[in-house]
Protein backbone atom coordinates (compact mmCIF):
# COMPACT_ATOMS: atom_id res chain seq x y z
CA UNK A 1 0.00 0.00 0.00
CA UNK A 2 1.35 3.15 -1.04
CA UNK A 3 1.60 5.82 1.31
CA UNK A 4 1.87 9.79 0.85
CA UNK A 5 5.01 11.13 1.14
CA UNK A 6 6.40 12.89 4.40
CA UNK A 7 9.21 15.06 2.38
CA UNK A 8 8.90 17.32 -0.09
CA UNK A 9 11.57 18.73 -2.78
CA UNK A 10 13.46 21.55 -1.40
CA UNK A 11 13.22 20.19 2.62
CA UNK A 12 16.20 19.35 4.88
CA UNK A 13 16.50 16.25 5.57
CA UNK A 14 18.99 14.18 7.81
CA UNK A 15 19.51 10.50 7.22
CA UNK A 16 18.69 8.62 10.28
CA UNK A 17 21.06 5.86 10.02
CA UNK A 18 23.91 7.43 8.61
CA UNK A 19 25.57 10.63 10.05
CA UNK A 20 24.74 13.11 7.18
CA UNK A 21 21.79 16.09 5.85
CA UNK A 22 20.84 17.21 2.65
CA UNK A 23 17.64 18.76 0.65
CA UNK A 24 15.26 16.54 -0.68
CA UNK A 25 15.66 17.09 -4.80
CA UNK A 26 13.01 14.98 -6.12
CA UNK A 27 10.35 12.24 -4.51
CA UNK A 28 9.18 8.91 -6.26
CA UNK A 29 5.87 7.41 -4.64
CA UNK A 30 7.98 4.14 -4.69
CA UNK A 31 11.13 2.74 -4.87
CA UNK A 32 12.27 3.81 -8.89
CA UNK A 33 15.65 2.03 -9.16
CA UNK A 34 16.98 -1.12 -10.56
CA UNK A 35 16.79 -4.93 -8.47
CA UNK A 36 20.60 -5.02 -8.80
CA UNK A 37 20.81 -2.02 -6.77
CA UNK A 38 18.57 -2.68 -4.52
CA UNK A 39 19.80 -6.21 -3.65
CA UNK A 40 23.32 -4.49 -3.37
CA UNK A 41 22.90 -1.56 -1.76
CA UNK A 42 19.79 -1.29 0.14
CA UNK A 43 21.44 -3.49 2.46
CA UNK A 44 18.03 -2.85 5.40
CA UNK A 45 15.64 -3.78 2.29
CA UNK A 46 13.47 -0.56 3.06
CA UNK A 47 10.06 -1.50 1.80
CA UNK A 48 9.75 -0.67 -2.41
CA UNK A 49 5.64 0.00 -2.23
CA UNK A 50 7.18 3.35 0.38
CA UNK A 51 8.26 7.25 -0.78
CA UNK A 52 12.02 7.29 -1.88
CA UNK A 53 13.93 10.24 -2.13
CA UNK A 54 17.08 11.21 -4.61
CA UNK A 55 18.97 13.80 -1.57
CA UNK A 56 21.51 16.43 -2.43
CA UNK A 57 24.03 15.57 0.42
CA UNK A 58 25.14 18.38 2.07
CA UNK A 59 28.88 19.14 1.98
CA UNK A 60 29.56 16.54 -0.56
CA UNK A 61 29.45 16.32 -3.99
CA UNK A 62 27.09 13.40 -4.61
CA UNK A 63 23.16 12.71 -4.05
CA UNK A 64 22.12 9.53 -1.96
CA UNK A 65 18.35 7.50 -2.90
CA UNK A 66 16.62 7.12 0.13
CA UNK A 67 13.93 5.20 2.01
CA UNK A 68 11.44 7.38 3.73
CA UNK A 69 12.05 5.44 6.72
CA UNK A 70 15.63 6.38 6.63
CA UNK A 71 14.55 10.41 6.60
CA UNK A 72 13.95 12.72 9.74
CA UNK A 73 13.12 16.56 9.33
CA UNK A 74 16.52 17.82 9.81
CA UNK A 75 16.94 20.01 13.22
CA UNK A 76 19.55 22.23 11.65
CA UNK A 77 17.57 24.08 8.97
CA UNK A 78 20.79 26.30 7.42
CA UNK A 79 21.61 26.21 4.04
CA UNK A 80 23.01 23.14 2.17
CA UNK A 81 26.33 23.11 0.06
CA UNK A 82 26.05 20.99 -2.91
CA UNK A 83 26.95 22.10 -6.72
CA UNK A 84 23.95 21.05 -8.38
CA UNK A 85 21.97 23.73 -5.92
CA UNK A 86 21.98 26.67 -8.04
CA UNK A 87 20.87 23.84 -11.52
CA UNK A 88 17.84 22.93 -9.14
CA UNK A 89 16.74 25.95 -6.27
CA UNK A 90 16.76 29.77 -7.18
CA UNK A 91 15.76 31.04 -3.40
CA UNK A 92 16.43 29.84 -0.08
CA UNK A 93 13.79 31.08 3.51
CA UNK A 94 12.89 29.93 5.88
CA UNK A 95 14.50 26.70 6.12
CA UNK A 96 13.06 25.67 2.45
CA UNK A 97 14.72 25.47 -0.57
CA UNK A 98 12.48 26.94 -3.38
CA UNK A 99 12.51 24.98 -6.85
CA UNK A 100 13.65 26.58 -10.20
CA UNK A 101 10.91 27.04 -12.61
CA UNK A 102 12.35 25.68 -16.17
Known sequence: MKSKPKFFVGQIVAHNRF?????VADVDASFQGSDAWY???????PPKDQPWYRVLVDGGEYETYVAERHLEIA?????????????????FS?????RRMH
Do not use: K
Not at 19 to 23: E, I, P, Q, T
Not at 39 to 45: K, L, M
Not at 94 to 98: A, L, S, V
Open 19 to 23: DYRGV
Open 39 to 45: EQVARSR
Open 75 to 91: PDTTPVTHPLLTDLFNA
Open 94 to 98: DGIYR
